[in-house]
């Protein structure tokens, strides 16, 4: 499966943006989708993921109450709404697709994730 990450950009603080990530390839429905970070200088880390049919979801205690991750199976893709935006999100931010474990679980080990779209840059900055 072939994924592409779009949406990032320049946000002020407290802002909100809306990533996309369209699939291509393979139906979707046989992934858990994921959406992962790496700021400067850090290690990439897991924010949120979502099971194949979206009615479990996992997040990042660092967004949890401020990001939504949701999926269209039938458009092949998967979103994240990021809502109260701080300097802290700013990172590219990379989709993520998974067969590794059971569908129905919204798995957040980036280890079983082998499935990666090409980053899109957030920027929260005034």
């Known amino acids: 499966v072939q994924l592409q990450a779009s949406g990032g950009g320049l946000v002020q603080p407290g802002g909100s943006l809306s990533l996309s990530c369209a699939a291509s390839?393979?139906?979707?429905?046989?992934?858990?989708l994921g959406w992962f970070r790496q700021a400067s200088g850090k290690e990439r880390e897991f924010v949120a993921s979502?099971?194949?049919?979206?009615?479990?979801?996992s997040y990042a205690d660092s967004v949890k109450g401020r990001f939504t991750i949701s999926r269209d199976n039938a458009k092949n893709t998967v979103s994240l709404q990021m809502n109260s935006l701080n300097s802290d999100d700013t990172a590219v931010y990379y989709c993520?697709?998974?067969?590794?474990?059971?569908?129905?679980?919204?798995?957040?080990?980036?280890?079983?994730?082998?499935?990666w779209g090409q980053g899109t840059l957030v920027t929260v900055s005034s």
């Open positions: 993520a697709a998974s067969s590794y474990g059971p569908r129905w679980f919204a798995d957040f080990d980036q280890g079983h994730f082998a499935f």
């Open positions: 979502i099971n194949w049919s979206g009615s479990a979801t």
């Open positions: 390839g393979r139906t979707l429905t046989d992934y858990v």
